[in-house]
């Protein structure tokens, strides 16, 4: 009697669309989970409503009040003024210019790189498993121990990368890397160390869902390999593509730990995380912090929306 | 179709690039760290030690702090921020693994009325950026006296990971068969004894993927810690090392010999699972 709903069950991607359990069994079940399922998911949802809601909402409650000079003193409330005001600090300025320089070269180096990757591993050879191992390393890292290990190439006087440009001339003197136009680009560099072998593996995996007779019926029409990668591959990878945009744009967006141990809480290179990390803890100011931090939620938020819509629209 | 040999040759040295570029910079960090005093002053830059020493790690394990400037490595804290590490990360995974087994298995496999609405309310939070709530956590904190305790910052990771291991976790179940666990129902076992007897075994291997997965997302952590939990006996390593970092010379063995220790742990966990974390992630954006 329930082979069929069994069988429909158990095909994977789509039990949404499973047809309603039938007979006495599915009816006791249904009956029972509704109570059971309650218990599952209390633990879940009793952190995220401590945790996470809670703070949400006295977050924003610091954020339309006046600082107040200690932690449970009266504060005055004032509505929009913090955010106004952390709009008009030429400090947030500077921190979103640096934070879209740092996500505009995240994703280029990584949208980029990862395609270079997926494609040479996207075809079996031997090592494969071991390349794949060794890829996914700097990712498995705490983004301050990538941080320290690039530490020594950056490093000024006679860092590795100053030593090897002035050996082959490029450069006379030494430079301080940290402190001139580069310090952004190689503090993205560090980043994307860490976060490239993610987005690597999320476009491998879009690779490999392409089925290979796409290929085979397009080299038949006299297709070549470049016209096969801008025609067929790209096209098809563009729901892994949003998605590896979407994971890239959140994490550089929130860049923070590279550039505390690269460059501390330097303003040349300080990104917004950075700046409300000076404002509120440096500063001890909470409530222009948490209404910067606030406005830049909203910020990746609507952005993840637009990556996420847009994957959809193509999947369907 | 068989490559030619340019083709062969071409992907061999792309793939040794990625190699390279993947094991380059801890490759630099041994090497630094077993650097001497001398080797890493030298002008041009010695890649490669003249004088290999364990100057560096004897500093941190035994805080002998012999010919190594002036950066202060008390051994003391150096263990105990790593055990400290060690210690919150296995406790904030048990405790996230708990809840969110539960959960995801709860809102795939036992739906009731309103439950597709309080799953997308918990993914929800995924999409919110840690630190909109790091100040009022900081506060909550203090309010709570959990600042600088273990309960404190297991309690945030737990709020910060399980949303994703959730995530995981439910889409997991969805496409996991349900014919054992059905089969175990009509046997006559109750809803939960076939919870735990066939499903949680039914579930092996993702656990083993998103443990590992919590696991490095939980060690990796630096601003929870560095505002929450900065006192002697909280400070993880992510935190302590930075301190190496100093503000007009830093002492570079030093800080690269605490770098390769604190990336041991992560390091054999990707290894050791990696099969498993490869297809979690891959799987987990299809």
């Known amino acids: 009697m329930t082979g069929a709903a069994l069988d429909e069950a158990a095909a994977p991607r789509v039990p949404d669309r499973r047809p309603p359990r039938q007979g006495r069994l599915a009816l006791t079940l249904r009956r029972e989970s509704t109570w059971l399922g309650w218990w599952f998911v209390a633990p879940a949802v009793i952190v995220t409503v401590a945790l996470v809601v809670y703070p949400l909402v006295l977050g924003f409650e610091t954020s339309i009040h006046a600082q107040a000079p200690t932690l449970t003193a009266p504060s005055k409330l004032v509505g929009a003024a913090n955010y106004s005001d952390v709009l008009k600090d030429p400090n947030t300025v500077s921190a979103t210019l640096h934070t879209l320089t740092y996500v505009g070269i995240a994703l280029a180096l990584e949208i980029g790189g990862g395609l270079a990757i997926a494609v040479v591993l996207h075809r079996a050879f031997r090592g494969r498993g071991i390349v794949l191992a060794i890829l996914i390393m700097p990712w498995a890292l705490p983004s301050v121990v990538s941080g320290v290990l690039w530490q020594r190439i950056f490093a000024p006087d006679n860092g590795l990368l100053n030593s090897i440009l002035v050996n082959l001339h490029i450069i006379h003197q030494p430079e301080v890397w940290m402190a001139n136009g580069w310090a952004i680009p190689f503090i993205t560099l560090v980043h994307v160390w860490g976060v490239l072998p993610l987005v690597a593996l999320i476009l491998l995996a879009g690779l490999q869902s392409i089925p290979d007779e796409v290929y085979s019926a397009s080299a038949v029409d006299g297709a070549n390999a470049v016209r096969q990668f801008w025609h067929i591959t790209l096209p098809l990878l563009r729901p892994a593509l949003a998605v590896a945009i979407t994971v890239g744009l959140v994490q550089a967006i929130t860049i923070f730990d590279e550039i505390y141990v690269l460059n501390g809480t330097a303003l040349n290179t300080a990104s917004v995380l950075m700046q409300v990390y000076n404002s509120a803890f440096v500063d001890a100011d909470f409530a222009h912090g948490t209404a910067l931090a606030f406005l830049v939620a909203l910020a990746t938020g609507v952005f993840a929306v637009i990556s996420l819509l847009a994957s959809r629209r193509s999947t369907v | ?286």
């Open chain 2, 1 to 286: 179709m068989k490559p030619s040999a340019a083709a062969r040759t071409l992907r061999w040295v792309a793939v040794a690039a990625i190699v390279a570029w993947s094991v380059g910079p801890v490759i630099i960090g041994v090497l630094t760290s077993l650097s001497s005093e001398v080797d890493v002053e030298a002008v041009p830059a010695r890649w490669i030690p003249h004088h290999v020493s364990l100057a560096a790690y004897k500093a941190l394990v035994l805080g002998a702090n012999t010919s190594l400037g002036s950066t202060q490595a008390d051994s003391h804290a150096f263990g105990q921020s790593v055990l400290s590490s060690l210690e919150v990360t296995v406790e904030a995974t048990i405790v996230t693994m708990i809840v969110s087994i539960l959960a995801g298995y709860g809102f795939s496999r036992l739906p009731f009325r309103g439950s597709k609405l309080l799953l997308w309310g918990v993914l929800a939070t995924l999409v919110l950026p840690l630190f909109t709530l790091v100040v009022a956590l900081f506060r909550l904190m203090v309010q709570l006296q959990l600042i600088n305790t273990q309960l404190g910052l297991v309690l945030v990771y737990l709020s910060s990971s399980a949303p994703l291991a959730i995530w995981l976790f439910y889409n997991y179940c969805r496409e996991m068969p349900a014919e054992p666990e059905e089969a175990a129902l009509i046997d006559g076992c109750t809803r939960f004894k076939a919870f735990r007897k066939v499903v949680l075994p039914q579930m092996r291997s993702g656990i083993a993927a998103v443990t590992a997965i919590v696991m490095l997302l939980v060690y990796g952590q630096f601003l929870i810690p560095l505002l929450l939990g900065s006192s002697p006996s909280t400070k993880p390593v992510t935190v302590l090392i930075t301190e190496f970092v100093g503000k007009y010379t830093t002492n570079y063995p030093l800080l690269a010999a605490g770098g390769v220790i604190a990336l041991v742990p992560p390091t054999l966990v990707a290894l050791l699972l990696n099969r498993h974390i490869r297809g979690m992630l891959s799987g987990s954006t299809g």
